[in-house]
């Protein structure tokens, strides 16, 4: 649970200004890597052995719990005098996992909901969108799905976009992604990296083609 980041310590893209919704209400916008958020039970469909009472990490419920506390601790915390209006995830689980956060959680208090992907991905990595909806009123969601098998590779994180209007009235776009991991050939790692990138820039060019002046925030997790 190190990597916090505030704004799109990724990437911000803005036609027009992102910040004159940050200047008329100080919307705050945070990106965490929370690091492979699992619960302790085994899904069939995906490879999350190690993540288990006896399997490598002695993933227990115990210490699932407690990480759910801690990530709640790390957002009262970031939000200073107040709490982020929306948060990127990467590295959590399933929606199990978002639930048990968001609604079991000492986060329940905060009032978070939440959107995510169901990627692929053979470890069953995802990533999510956390939102407080009496300030960001979800509009729309979908997924991006990376083509990683029919180029030979491991299958990733898909993409998510949701949009969703302030209240100032301004719709803003989000692009969460989790970018393939720099695993075996290097020369293959950054052909899977450049793959992933050209679908984002491929969805944040649709953004474009229906709006005039669209407000983007693009933030995840690069691997690089």
């Known amino acids: 649970m190190r990597r916090v980041q505030w704004w799109a310590a990724a990437v911000a893209l803005a036609c027009g200004s992102i910040f004159a919704v940050q200047a008329q209400d100080a919307f705050r916008v945070m990106c965490y890597n929370v690091e492979n958020l699992f619960d302790s039970r085994h899904d069939s469909l995906k490879e999350d052995r ?33 709490l982020p209006d929306v948060i990127g995830l990467c590295e959590v689980e399933n929606d199990s996992v978002l639930f048990d956060l968001t609604r079991s959680s ?36 979908r997924e991006v799905g990376i083509p990683s098998r029919s180029a030979g590779f491991r299958p990733t994180r898909n993409i998510l976009y949701a949009k ?26 950054r052909r899977h990296r450049l793959q992933a990138v050209r679908m984002l820039r491929q969805a944040v060019d649709s953004i474009y083609a229906v709006c005039a002046r669209p407000r983007i925030i693009v933030m995840g997790d690069f691997n690089a």
Not at 50 to 60: I, K, Y
Not at 173 to 186: D, K, Q, W
């Open 164 to 189: 969703g209007m302030v209240i100032s009235g301004d719709t803003l776009h989000f692009l969460v992604f989790h970018l393939p991991s720099r695993l075996g050939s290097t020369r293959d790692s």
């Open 50 to 82: 190690e993540f288990l009472p006896e399997g490598e990490r002695r993933w227990t419920p115990f210490r699932y719990w407690r990480k759910l506390n801690a990530v709640t601790q790390v957002v009262a915390a970031a939000g200073e005098e107040r």
């Open 106 to 141: 000492a986060m329940r208090t905060l009032g978070y909901r939440y959107v995510m992907t169901h990627s692929p991905d053979l470890r069953g990595i995802d990533v999510a969108l956390l939102y407080q909806p009496g300030r960001f009123r979800l509009l729309a969601s």
